[in-house]
Structures are given as C-alpha cells and as structure tokens.
C-alpha cells in the first residue's frame, strides 16, 4: 500500500517561509499531486496543485505568496510558502487531486503542521 509523507512544517512568526515536502512511497506522477489543508474546525480545503495542462493554480489566499513545484525523480511535489499570515496555520496535506472518491485531507498520510504567529 502507498503512502504519501508530507514535512516541513513548524511555527513561523508573520512573514516568515516554510518549504513543504511531499514524497510518494512508490513512482507516481507527481503532477497528480495537490496541496491541502484543514485548520481546526474548519473543512479540508485545496490549496494548490498543478492542473493537466502543466500550469500550476492556487486559491486567491495563497496566490503570489505560495508556490507549488515538483522533482519527479524524486517523486516529490514541493509547496513554497512565502509571506505567511496567521491564517496559513492549518495542518497541510498532498492528496492525488482528481482521485474524488477519496479524502484529501488526513488519508493519505499524516500531514505536516504549519503554526505562524504574530
């Protein structure tokens, strides 16, 4: 069964950075692969994956601050985050995006917590 381990998480004070990781367990296509987050209380919710066409897309939040890139040698999709707020904080998550039947959020791995204080 493949896994998906997400890291690079931590606390961060306002405006500070934090590179995300997510690698899969096994060779997979790495573009498949979205970013997801889910704050206490709230829903699980797309941050950022990179559509079929190649071109990478963000929700309005995150736009310009917020970069997605992928290493497939290495079966990695990266998540740079710039310029973060109190609301980034949220545990993240990857999940393949088009795979709809499943969860994306605390599924397919463990999710990498990411605390930005003021």
């Known amino acids: 069964e493949w896994q998906l381990v997400e890291s690079g998480g931590g606390s961060v004070q306002v405006g500070g950075s934090l590179r995300l990781s997510c690698t899969a367990s096994?060779?997979?296509?790495?573009?498949?692969l979205g970013w997801y987050r889910q704050a206490p209380g709230n829903e699980c919710e797309l941050v950022s994956y990179i559509r079929s066409d190649g071109a990478a897309d963000y929700v309005d939040p995150v736009k310009g601050r917020f970069t997605i890139s992928q290493d497939r040698s290495k079966n990695t999709v990266y998540l740079q985050m710039n310029s973060l707020r109190p609301e980034d904080t949220a545990v993240y998550y990857c999940a393949p995006w088009s795979w709809s039947d499943f969860p994306r959020c605390n599924y397919w791995g463990q999710g990498t917590q990411v605390t930005v204080s003021s």
């Open positions: 096994v060779t997979f296509d790495t573009s498949q």
